[in-house]
Every structure is written in C-alpha cells, then in structure tokens.
C-alpha cells in the first residue's frame, strides 16, 4: 500500500506531499491545479513513460518519490531483493527522476535500477486507471490471470494439476528431444568404445604387466653382461680356484678374524671390533652364495627376448590409444564399457519416453479441455455481472463479454486467450476494451470491472483518473459508491471533478493552487470534515461559502455515510 508520494519540479507542482491512508482517497481541485500531475507522478513512480515536456518550466529534472508498504517475507520483496534492493521494516522507498534532456533515472529499496524493474513491479503493486494510461487488465494474460481466479477453486485446482501435467511432459519431451538428435553421435561414440573395448579384451593385459616386462627385457638383453659381473664379484669375494694366488676378500677377511680372536678377552674394545668383523663376514659369505647362484641362472635366451619385445610393442599400441600405463588401459577398458551399457539402453529408454509422452499428452488434452470448460462457464457470469454493473455507472447500452478462444498449441496456463471485449451499444460489435470505449468511458468499464474482480486479482492499490468524465447526478453517486466498495479491499485513489463521488471518501486531498503572477506552484492538503464541506460545496455551486451548496454538501456526506451527518 501507498503511504506517502513526493512530487517536485512536475508540471505546475513545485513540490507536494501526498499523505495516503487505506481506503478511498479522493484528489479534488480547480481546473489547472495540477491534478493530473498526481496521477502523472504515479504513473512515473510505477515506471510509466517520461515526458520532458512535464517538467516544471525552469527546472533541471522532476522527482517523484514514494514509501509503500509490502510484506518482507511476500513476492515483492524477493523482486526487490533479486534487483539489490532491500525492504526494511516492512517499507519500500521507490524514486524516479527525469531530467529536461529527457534521461530517466530510478531507485528501487535504495539501490539504482532500470526503469523497467519498476514497470515489472508495478504488476503486483498498483492498477492505474487513466485517460493515457497503459491499463494493467488490458494485457490478455492479465484477463485470464484474473478470470481463474474470478473463477473459484475449481479452477484454481484444476490449473494445479495441469500445470504439474505440464511441467512433467516439457520434460519427457526435452528428454526425448535430447536422445533423439543425439542418435549419430551415440552411434558413432558406441562404434569408438566398442571397437576399443574389443581391442583390450583381446590384448588381455594383466595390471602391472607393462613394468615387469619392461624389467625382463633388460634381464634377457644383458644376461651375458649380467652372468660376467655376477662370476667376477663372486671370484673376488671368494677366490678364484684356476688362480696361481689365493687372495679373495674372505680369506683375508678369516685371517682378520682369527687375528683378533686370540686376544679378543684381553680387550672389550677390540671384542667389538671382532665382532663386528664376523658379521661382514656372514653377510659377505651370504652375497657370495647368492652371486654363485644369479651367475648360474642367467642365460641368454634370443626367443624369449623377441617374445618379451613382441608383448611390449603390443602393449605399447593399447597405451598410445588409451593411457599412459597398463593400469590407466584397464581403467579405460573398465569406463567405456559401463558408458556403453548406458548408451544402448537408449533405445529401450527412448521406447518408455515415448510411451509416457503419449500418456501426457492424452491428459494435458482432457485437462485442458478442463479449463477451457470453466473458463467459459466463468466468462459467462463475469460479462453478466460487469454488464450490470455498466448500466448503474451511466452506460446503460453497453454490455462486457470474455472470449474464451481455444487454440492447438499447449501453454503454462492451458490453450486458452482470453480476452475481454466491450460492445458500447446493441448494435455495436464486441471489440477489445481499448479499441471500444473513449478514455472515460474506458475508466468506467475498468471500475466495473475491478468492482466484480475485487478479491479475484489482488492489487494494493488502484489509481483512477477522471472515471467519471461524461456523467452526473446518479451515475455519479453510484460511481462513488463502487469505488467505496472496492476501497474495502483494497486502496483506491480517484482524481475526479464529481462531488458525488468525492463525498464516498475515507480521506479527502485538495489540489490548491497560488499564482503570483509569474509562478504557479500547486500544494496537496488534507482536508477536516469542514474543509470537505466547502470543497464539496465549492464544486457543487462554484462558491465555498455558499450556503445553500454547504447544505447540499453535508446532504452527500450524509448520504455517502448511510445518512450519518
């Protein structure tokens, strides 16, 4: 809800202040006072069009600035948020500038943003109703937003279930979309891992294959090498028998042993030597037992090499292809032939796809048709019930109907456009509310409409500017009388010129206006019950003091009061 509007710098307005409440308020004042302004600056603050040219003569840009109520856990505060704004304490302050150059600046919950963020906001925050205005319910979606919900829970259930029915075969269809124009390159990507799956299940590798031939082929390539080194390191340790002299590191080492040995008990110290000088000894006798029996084992053999070499290169080509190890080949192996179980279950997926996709069509077709019933049964009575209100607001020829038109395409909200049509006279055919009815008039139907909508499409506020252009006398009094039913449930603003409708309001603004000759500079003031009595009666007879319109002022507060003075 609205609580407080700024306005500066906008046509006659220098600066004013309007302090809203719930209910109906009414905006009232003489021709030229700046009225229209009012509702100009709420159409900017609400991301309306900016015109330069309603700039105050003189000033460098125009202001409007606003501080509504909204729920801090509701829709708008998570719009808000999402546009790094912020709501704090439950209050939402919304600016808009427009400079003379025609450059437009907005703020939303204290952070910069596009003027189009104010438009979108303005969806869930106010319904504009003017002569120039862009009309909320003149969007179709809006019409057939608000008939389902004019339509009751019926409806409301039955678009549930639709749209749940909805989301599921958008889904099965992308699925199925996705499976089947990939059909070549799961064709080809089979065909690749396949070929590689074979290829490595014939190899058969073995984990860690690769490494032990790579030590075996340096075995067989060198044995003779090997064998050399093997007899030369064990003639060293133990002695060569074909040598003319016995020297080998173990026999020298045993002459050392003995040596130590015959006095080892006179000496601790010596003793530890000693000992230490018997376990080089077992540890060489060890390593020579060992070199006797490598130099014995090894044998070139040219077959087995080849074969070694052979298996290697084998490998080598799996490892080239499919990774860096024997391992990583296994690895490989392993993946591919999980991913290949996947992809030829495709074929057995895209069979159960189709078959749901048929079974979700059948029922988006049947709740759809659904739909398409209770919206007819509900257009039905709203054009009944917006006719009736018509011919109590001065258009006693006109009468409202709902197209219901149900198309092939299926869509979030089912196949139906809806769309409100006016026919301003019998004879006249039904056309679409801006193309059947002047601007007030348009203002009227509007009323009716959010008379019988009230409850149904759920807006804070409504704005209505000069809904009761062209009418008088009874029209007016029950013009008044609707807006004051539907500030029941909501905040209604109205600019009008009427004082049988200004007579209905919960709070009463005057428009005032000083001219000095070079200036006009219009205020926005609240009025007491005095204060509505000569304003009432200043737009009864043209004079505020008139005695008789004071009367018949207080004649309309009463009455608009259940005969309360």
């Avoid at 500038?97 to 596009?114: C, D, F, Q």
């Avoid at 019409?143 to 829970?153: K, V």
């Avoid at 340096?218 to 002299?245: F, K, M, N, S, W």
């Avoid at 990583?328 to 796809?353: H, M, T």
């Amino acid at each position: 809800m609205l609580e407080e509007v700024r306005i500066e710098r906008l046509g006659v307005i220098d600066e004013a202040v309007l302090e809203l409440s719930p209910g109906l308020t009414v905006v009232t004042g003489e021709t030229g006072a700046g009225k229209t302004m009012v509702v100009t600056g709420l159409g900017l603050l609400f991301g309306g069009r900016a015109d330069p040219r309603r700039i105050r003569p003189g000033a460098e840009r125009a202001l409007v600035e606003g501080r509504l109520t909204v729920p801090g856990d509701g829709r708008t505060a998570e719009r808000v948020a999402e546009a790094g704004g912020a709501v704090e304490d439950g209050e939402l302050i919304i600016a808009r500038t427009v400079s003379a150059e025609g450059r437009s600046r907005a703020t939303l919950g204290g952070r910069s943003t596009p003027v189009s963020t104010l438009a979108m906001l303005a969806d869930e925050l106010v319904a504009v109703h003017g002569q120039s205005d862009q009309h909320r319910l003149l969007r179709t979606d809006r019409q057939r937003s608000a008939l389902d919900r004019y339509a009751g829970p019926e409806l409301r259930t039955a678009l549930a279930e639709y749209a749940t029915t909805y989301r599921r075969h958008r889904e099965v269809q992308e699925a199925l979309d996705e499976l089947t124009t990939r059909a070549q390159e799961r064709r080809q990507e089979v065909d690749l891992l396949r070929f590689g799956v074979e290829e490595i299940t014939a190899a058969d590798p073995k984990p860690g294959e690769d490494s032990e031939l790579e030590a075996e082929e340096q075995r067989l390539a060198h044995a003779e090498e090997l064998r050399i080194a093997a007899t030369t390191a064990h003639a060293g340790l133990v002695g060569d028998p074909a040598a003319e002299i016995d020297a080998d590191v173990v026999g020298i080492l045993a002459t050392a042993r003995q040596a130590l040995t015959a006095v080892r008990e006179h000496d601790a110290a010596l003793a530890a030597v000693a000992d230490r000088l018997d376990e080089v000894s077992y540890v060489l006798s060890d390593a020579a037992t060992e070199l006797a029996s490598y130099a014995e084992s090894v044998e070139a053999d040219p077959a087995r090499l080849a074969a070694v070499q052979e298996r290697r290169a084998e490998l080598g080509q799996l490892m080239r292809k499919y990774g860096a190890s024997v391992d990583e080949v296994l690895s490989w192996a392993e993946n591919a032939s999980a991913r290949l179980a996947d992809l030829e279950g495709d074929d057995e997926r895209i069979a159960e796809l189709q078959t749901e996709r048929d079974t979700l069509a059948q029922r988006l077709t049947d709740q759809a048709d659904t739909l398409s019933r209770l919206r007819g049964d509900a257009a039905q009575r709203f054009g009944e019930a917006v006719t009736a209100e018509l011919r109590a607001l001065a258009m006693p020829h006109a009468s409202v109907s709902v197209q219901v038109t149900t198309g092939s395409e299926f869509g979030p909200q089912g196949r139906d456009e809806v769309e409100v049509q006016l026919a301003a006279h019998p004879s006249a055919p039904p056309l679409p509310l801006q193309k059947g009815a002047s601007g007030g008039e348009l203002s009227r139907v509007m009323l009716a409409i959010e008379v019988v909508f009230a409850g149904a499409d759920p807006v804070p506020t409504f704005v209505f500017d000069e809904v009761d252009a062209g009418v008088g006398g009874k029209a007016a009094v029950e013009i008044g009388r609707r807006l004051a039913q539907l500030a029941r449930t909501a905040q209604v603003i109205v600019v009008t010129h009427l004082p049988q409708v200004a007579a209905f309001a919960d709070a009463h603004l005057v428009v005032e206006k000083s001219n000095d000759g070079l200036v006009t500079e219009s205020g926005i003031h609240r009025l007491d019950r005095e204060g509505r009595r000569r304003e009432l009666a200043r737009m009864l007879a043209g004079l505020e003091d008139s005695e008789l319109g004071r009367a018949h002022a207080e004649e309309l507060l009463a009455a608009a009061n259940g005969g309360e003075a």
